[in-house]
């Protein structure tokens, strides 16, 4: 079955970096489109950034365009969202998305605390 397995949160301060990965499995990597979102406390869920299946084109939550770059390993099956000059706003829980056959599919999130 379908299995996102994201990695690489944690406690950062601002103006930090933090790479962030996902692994996927269970579905031909390589035919999706991937998808990195985030909820913050008291918020809905936001797509913060999506790749197309080369990897050769990428769209970004305004945001965080020209912070974040967005990246996918089709060999390893896996996404990555590199985030720099991390805010307090970027504080959140990161969750990794595919849409398979117009199912949605989420990861258990890794949590970015922006923080000093």
């Known amino acids: 079955q379908v299995r996102l397995v994201e990695s690489g949160g944690g406690l950062v301060q601002p103006g930090g970096s933090l790479r962030l990965s996902c692994a996927a499995s269970?579905?031909?990597?390589?035919?999706?489109?991937m998808r990195w979102y985030r909820q913050a406390p008291g918020k809905e869920r936001e797509l913060v950034a999506s790749v197309t299946r080369s990897g050769n084109s990428a769209t970004y939550l305004d945001s965080v365009k020209g912070r974040a770059t967005i990246s996918r390993d089709n060999a390893q099956n896996t996404v990555y969202l590199q985030m720099n000059s991390l805010k307090y706003e970027d504080t959140a829980v990161y969750y990794c998305?595919?849409?398979?056959?117009?199912?949605?599919?989420w990861g258990q999130g890794t949590q970015v605390t922006v923080s000093s």
């Open positions: 269970g579905f031909l990597f390589n035919n999706y489109i």
């Open positions: 998305n595919v849409r398979v056959e117009l199912v949605a599919y």
